[in-house]
């Protein structure tokens, strides 16, 4: 199953922060990157991120699948989600502690699926 981090490559991240701005380098990574059938993975603990909004709205004109990990009540970026977990607190901590133990058991259900 191939997956790229878009976070991953300090390089490109500073690149594309200073020529396009930090607002659009997940944006301008889902325009080069996104093919037919793709997936994007989004996490965000206000669901309002303006990177990953931007991000989302660009899969959504590819006709990606949009998947969400989000908290308090998802954001403006719930909207772009084909499918969301929205942990609904307005704790920071307590939002990202949910986060890692919903990651970590999708892993566990992805890797059974796979090796089964």
């Known amino acids: 199953m191939p997956a790229v981090s878009l976070t991953a490559d300090s390089s ?6 200073n020529d ?4 659009n380098i997940f944006a301008r990574q889902c325009q080069s990157l996104l ?9 965000s603990t206000s669901g309002n991120s303006e990177n990953l909004f931007r991000a989302a709205r660009e ?11 989000l908290g308090s009540t998802g954001g403006k970026i719930k909207k772009y989600c084909t499918a969301s977990v929205v942990v609904p ?3 920071v901590q307590r939002i990202q502690e949910e986060h890692i133990f919903i990651i970590h058991n999708l892993v566990a259900m992805v890797e059974r699926d796979l090796f089964a």
Do not use: C, H, P
């Not at 490109?12 to 922060?17: M, Q, Y």
């Not at 899969?59 to 990990?69: E, M, Q, R, W």
């Open 12 to 17: 490109l991240l500073t690149a594309a922060g």
């Open 20 to 23: 396009f701005g930090f607002e």
């Open 35 to 43: 093919r037919k059938n793709d997936a994007l993975f989004l996490i």
């Open 59 to 69: 899969a959504k004109s590819k006709k990606n699948v949009i998947l969400g990990l």
């Open 89 to 91: 607190s307005q704790s």
